[in-house]
């Protein structure tokens, strides 16, 4: 996902673009409410190229699987701070586990679960502009994968916003792919 590419949309609300694309598992959705420069910035990203799920009693090394997961690529001097890439859950009891602590786990919840995304929705709040962001292996591919999240953005519902930003985080056959730390690829293009 070396390449990178970025085009404009017109502006809407976050909270009511994930209503578009909450159904669908993976989705992700990191919503600034707070003003300043640090509270400029939403994002939207759904479709996974691939997942890591870290369960608690799960041995191996989580960092090290995480590293291997992130990729290197170019970025735009002009463009948003996050422009795909891994994004996802870190519990609390993973730095635990990182610092030889023994920290209850969450009954619910995996210690690590992070997506690769080659496409997300940048939104400035500042400047009220909205951008796909895409990545591949080239222009071409990264330009599709942009236009590809645009796409499923308009052909979702427009709904008034959710009464929750959350929804399943993977499709049940998806929660046990294999013993240690495990990637599996997603099903998208």
């Known amino acids: 996902m070396r390449r990178v590419v970025q085009i404009a949309a017109p ?24 003003g300043g420069e640090r509270g400029r910035w939403s994002y939207l ?39 795909g890439g891994v994004a996802g859950l870190a519990t609390y009891e993973l730095g635990g586990r990182a610092q030889g602590l023994d920290l ?7 210690h690590l679960a992070v997506g690769l995304y080659p496409a997300v ?12 962001i895409g990545r591949g292996d080239s222009q071409t591919q990264a330009r599709a994968r942009a236009h590809g999240l645009l796409a499923a953005l308009e ?7 959710p009464a929750a930003l959350a ?19 997603a099903p998208y293009p």
């Open 45 to 83: 990203a759904s479709r996974p190229r691939r997942v890591l799920v870290v369960e608690a009693a799960e041995g191996g090394d989580p960092f090290a699987a995480l590293e291997d997961l992130i990729p290197e690529g170019d970025m735009l001097a002009d463009g948003p701070p996050f422009q």
């Open 104 to 110: 209850a786990a969450h009954p619910d919840w995996p």
């Open 167 to 185: 929804g399943p985080m993977a499709r049940p056959e998806e929660r046990r792919v294999g013993e240690g730390c495990r990637s599996r690829w």
């Open 121 to 132: 929705l940048a939104f400035d709040h500042q400047a009220q502009r909205l951008s796909a």
């Open 155 to 161: 052909a979702g519902p427009r709904p008034t916003p």
């Open 11 to 34: 502006w809407r609300d976050p909270a009511l673009a994930l209503a578009a694309l909450a159904d669908e598992a993976w989705s992700l959705c990191l919503l600034s409410g707070g």
